[in-house]
């Protein structure tokens, strides 16, 4: 279930905080639709908690992933997609 409080939108690219968005609890990362369909190979690894840092935050499939995330105010990356 989804909180009511949850804002997807300063989540994604804003203020990608740990509170109620636990990796592996409240949400699974994945590499290709395939295995989002499936619910395999999850991603191991989020950083969270950077003001104005939005998803996915240096998150990576095997392991922490530098300069991997997205910002309306910090900077955005560009090929991004999000499927929820």
């Not at 309306?72 to 990356?77: A, L, M, P």
Request: with cysteine; aromatic share 16%; net charge negative.
């Amino acid at each position: 279930m989804i909180p009511n409080e949850l804002q997807f939108l300063d989540l994604f690219v804003d203020n990608w905080f740990d509170t109620n968005n636990v990796r592996g609890v409240d949400f699974n990362l994945f590499s290709t639709y395939e295995d989002a369909e499936d619910d395999a190979n999850p991603w191991i690894y989020c950083n969270y908690n950077d003001h104005n840092i939005g998803i996915p935050c240096d998150c990576g499939p095997t392991g922490g992933k530098g300069h991997q995330w997205n910002s309306i105010n910090r900077g955005e990356q560009k090929n991004g997609a999000y499927y929820v």
